[in-house]
């Protein structure tokens, strides 16, 4: 699989002798750019916005940027392989596609664009509870990637149940439950755009499928859709759960759970403790808290607490290859990326997609060689300046 990143970082190179430039920029932070000049300040001011005045999504890509990397040399780098093992699964890289709900806004093949995406790549792609696709239709186009679902933990118990059993019967195995959205964050990109997605029903197709959905509803969905939607608002998510609720998710999941949100050590012991396999010490790309601490920041504390008893995952903030390796640096085991490939999505759909995953990979199979790595295995805490 390492060979599939280098060819690639080849194929790019090789451009050059033709001087054929790539279709889309390889850094990537510069497609949001791009994708706002294609679809206008909506769609884009919804996935790129963040919580109050976007104080925690900088300090997301600070934290990052504040950490150095200290390279070394001369220790045989010639043949280097990205795999990794995840919940105990193999994986190509230690890469996934974060949930991103309402992928239609950025493409009409959404969802289904990125898991052939995701697939073709071989990296595991995470279906959000709230796509624009019914999950059954995702898995579809997700091949034999890791299929993992996003679960919006509902306040309806028969919803919830509901969704596993689909999850189940799609071949979904990781459920990744999000903790940090018992309530949408104050965003005033959208409020003041009046830019919000899922009042006009997007994403609330596998809440319009789903029977026990449907039966919270006065009217069929066809019949009142302002209704349903009212209803999908009111209860995708539930403020009032607390800790011993999780016996409920463990009981009717029989794969592993990951708890995506996570950011105090305590929390993450929690979690041990509840029986969870795993974290996502995440902030939601800082959409939700604005003012909390950077995720990267959070990232070693948690590690320490819980990381030989839990897989730790990583998000908020991810874009370049060197991000990835710093994550691991700080005891990630894999990262997720979110906005990076939502706008690959909006330029060029599932190739766009892919692009942004090859793109990111091939940096990262260069920093690891650069640094003296031929496997993410052997990167740690001793790769950082301390002093930063
Ligand atoms: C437009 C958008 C929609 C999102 N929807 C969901 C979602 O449905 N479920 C979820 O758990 N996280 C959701 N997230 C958060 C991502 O899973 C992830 O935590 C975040 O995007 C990572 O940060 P990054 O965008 O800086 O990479 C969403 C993020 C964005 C940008
Ligand atoms: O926008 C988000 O961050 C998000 O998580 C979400 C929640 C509900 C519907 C769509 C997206």
């Not at 990397?69 to 280097?80: A, E, F, W, Y």
């Not at 969704?163 to 903790?179: E, M, S």
Request: proline share 6%; aromatic share 6%.
């Amino acid at each position: 699989m390492a060979q599939h990143w280098a060819d690639f970082q080849n194929e790019i190179y090789l451009n050059g002798l033709t001087g054929s430039v790539p279709r889309l920029p390889t850094d990537l932070t510069r497609l949001e750019e791009l994708v706002e000049r294609r679809l206008g300040p909506g769609p884009v001011g919804y996935v790129a916005g963040s919580a109050g005045s976007g104080s925690t999504a900088a300090a997301n890509r600070a934290a990052l940027d504040r950490r150095r990397i200290v390279p070394r040399m001369l220790r045989d780098v010639h043949q280097r392989d990205l795999s990794v093992e995840v919940l105990g699964r193999p994986l190509p890289a230690p890469l996934a596609l974060a949930p991103v709900g309402v992928l239609s806004i950025m493409h009409p093949d959404a969802e289904s664009a990125a898991a052939r995406a995701a697939a073709a790549q071989g990296v595991p792609f995470v279906l959000s509870s709230a796509s624009s696709t019914p999950m059954e239709q995702v898995a579809e186009a997700m091949g034999d990637a890791e299929r993992w679902f996003q679960l919006y933990w509902a306040r309806d118990r028969e919803v919830t149940k509901s969704f596993l059993d689909r999850a189940k019967a799609a071949g979904f195995t990781a459920l990744l439950v999000t903790l940090d959205t018992p309530l949408l964050a104050w965003r005033p990109r959208d409020l003041d755009q009046a830019y919000l997605p899922f009042l006009h029903g997007v994403g609330t197709a596998n809440y319009f499928t789903d029977p026990a959905f449907q039966a919270g509803l006065a009217k069929p969905v066809h019949e009142d859709p302002d209704a349903a939607v009212m209803h999908f608002v009111g209860m995708f998510s539930d403020p009032a759960k607390t800790w011993p609720d999780l016996a409920f998710l463990r009981e009717n999941w029989d794969g592993p759970i990951v708890l995506k949100g996570v950011l105090h050590p305590d929390d993450a012991r929690l979690a041990a403790d509840a029986g969870m396999d795993g974290v996502v010490v995440s902030n939601h790309g800082g959409r939700q808290v604005a003012g909390s601490v950077a995720a990267a920041d959070a990232l070693p504390r948690v590690a320490e607490a819980v990381g030989d008893r839990l897989t730790v995952l990583f998000d908020s903030g991810v874009r370049t290859g060197d991000d990835v390796f710093k994550a691991l640096a700080l005891g990630a085991q894999a990262v997720l990326l979110g906005r990076p490939y939502a706008y690959g999505l909006g330029l060029d759909g599932q190739s766009g997609v892919e692009h942004v995953i090859r793109c990111l990979l091939a940096e990262f199979d260069l920093t690891l060689a650069l640094t003296g790595h031929a496997r993410p295995g052997t990167v740690g805490s001793a790769d950082l300046d301390l002093e930063q």
